[in-house]
């Protein structure tokens, strides 16, 4: 993927090697935006084959609504290749959204903020740990991401290259694309109603259509070329289907705990993860992004 000459947006707090006091909310059940006991042990699986604590989970890595988002303005941010990356990323995807807005749903695109921390962040979802991984929280609009989950992604995962990494980026951006939509809001209220079979089904289908989304940012990169602009090249499409892959709650489960568990999947399987993100890759439609059936 070529993005070194392409434009970098402005809206990324870089807050690395700042240390926040304090920690999250102990674990509440149900106070998790909807995710059940079975997501929480998928999640601690995860953080357990990323090399971090699971027990962190349960003392502050769970998001709640109490901490403010973080300021970056007492920190001097690191003009590195991982922040010049992450900035061209997330400008492309502000690019794509602002036009996919206006021409297929004729209104106006809210761009987010992107948060790089270290370690630990606070945000409005509570405080969480890096080994929860990048994640997004509608109350403050913006993703979050340790950068160095790219390193976790190549070693433990076998989904190394630009385009996997920018795939990741723009996932978390299809969850903002859900809360500008009111889906997030909508889903949320069915599963505080559900089941919690029903509660892990509608977390399944809600990240299979960030996929999706995804994947109508990459179609959208696909079709442009020129100096100035995020490219891509051969094999850049088959390294982000192989990402998807890789970070299937199946593939995860097989990996930590040498079986798979459907019940307690939150994101999807491996096959379910590819088939979205393509679907998304060929069409470049929100139409065609309709997990939820509704």
Same mark, same amino acid.
Not at 108 to 122: A, I, N, W
Not at 180 to 209: C, F, P, T, W, Y
Not at 232 to 259: H, T, W
Not at 260 to 268: A, K, L, N, Y
């Given at each position: 993927?070529?993005?070194?000459?392409?434009?970098?947006?402005? $809206?990324?707090?870089?807050?690395?090697?700042?240390?926040?006091?304090?920690?999250?909310?102990?674990?509440?059940?149900?106070?998790?935006?909807?995710?059940?006991?079975?997501?929480?042990?998928? =999640?601690?699986?995860?953080?357990?084959?990323?090399?971090? /604590?699971?027990?962190? =989970?349960?003392?502050?890595?769970?998001?709640?609504?109490?901490?403010?988002?973080?300021? #970056?303005?007492?920190?001097?941010?690191?003009? /590195?290749?991982? &922040?010049?990356?992450?900035?061209?990323?997330?400008?492309?995807?502000?690019?794509?959204?602002?036009?996919?807005?206006?021409?297929?749903?004729?209104?106006?695109?809210?761009?987010?903020?992107?948060?790089?921390?270290?370690?630990?962040?606070?945000?409005?979802?509570?405080?969480?740990? #890096?080994?929860?991984?990048?994640?997004?929280?509608?109350?403050?609009?913006?993703?979050? =991401?340790? =950068?160095?989950?790219? $390193?976790?992604?190549?070693?433990?995962?076998?989904?190394?290259?630009?385009?996997?990494?920018?795939?990741?980026?723009?996932?978390?951006?299809?969850?903002?694309?859900?809360?500008?939509?009111?889906? /997030?809001?909508?889903?949320?209220? #069915?599963?505080?109603?559900?089941?919690?079979?029903?509660? $892990?089904?509608?977390?399944?289908?809600?990240?299979?259509?960030?996929?999706?989304?995804?994947?109508?940012?990459?179609?959208?990169?696909?079709?442009?070329?020129?100096?100035?602009?995020?490219?891509?090249?051969?094999?850049?499409?088959?390294?982000?289907?192989?990402?998807?892959?890789?970070?299937? /709650?199946?593939?995860?489960?097989?990996?930590?705990?040498?079986?798979?568990?459907?019940?307690?999947?939150?994101?999807? &399987?491996?096959?379910?993860?590819?088939?979205?993100?393509?679907?998304?890759?060929?069409?470049?439609?929100? #139409?065609?992004?309709?997990?939820?059936?509704?």
């Amino acid at each position: 993927m070529r993005w070194q000459d392409a434009e970098r947006s402005t $809206n990324v707090d870089d807050v690395r090697g700042r240390r926040f006091g304090g920690g999250g909310m102990p674990l509440r059940l149900g106070g998790m935006g909807g995710m059940s006991l079975g997501g929480l042990v998928a =999640i601690m699986a995860i953080t357990y084959l990323l090399g971090g /604590d699971p027990l962190a =989970i349960l003392t502050g890595g769970v998001p709640t609504e109490t901490a403010a988002p973080p300021s #970056a303005g007492d920190v001097a941010p690191i003009d /590195d290749e991982g &922040s010049q990356f992450v900035k061209t990323v997330l400008k492309s995807t502000e690019t794509v959204w602002g036009s996919v807005f206006r021409e297929q749903l004729g209104r106006s695109y809210s761009e987010p903020r992107l948060v790089m921390f270290s370690d630990q962040v606070p945000s409005a979802c509570g405080t969480n740990s #890096a080994a929860v991984g990048p994640f997004y929280c509608p109350p403050d609009q913006r993703v979050y =991401i340790d =950068i160095s989950f790219y $390193n976790e992604l190549d070693r433990r995962f076998g989904a190394p290259g630009d385009f996997a990494q920018a795939y990741v980026i723009a996932h978390e951006v299809g969850h903002h694309v859900q809360n500008l939509l009111g889906i /997030d809001e909508k889903v949320r209220a #069915a599963q505080q109603r559900g089941s919690e079979a029903q509660a $892990n089904q509608l977390s399944v289908r809600m990240e299979l259509q960030a996929d999706c989304f995804a994947g109508v940012w990459g179609h959208y990169v696909k079709a442009q070329s020129g100096p100035g602009k995020v490219t891509l090249e051969p094999g850049d499409v088959e390294e982000g289907l192989r990402a998807a892959a890789a970070i299937g /709650d199946d593939a995860i489960q097989r990996k930590a705990q040498g079986q798979v568990s459907p019940e307690s999947w939150t994101h999807g &399987s491996s096959e379910q993860r590819v088939q979205w993100l393509r679907r998304g890759l060929d069409s470049g439609q929100v #139409a065609n992004c309709n997990t939820l059936g509704t």
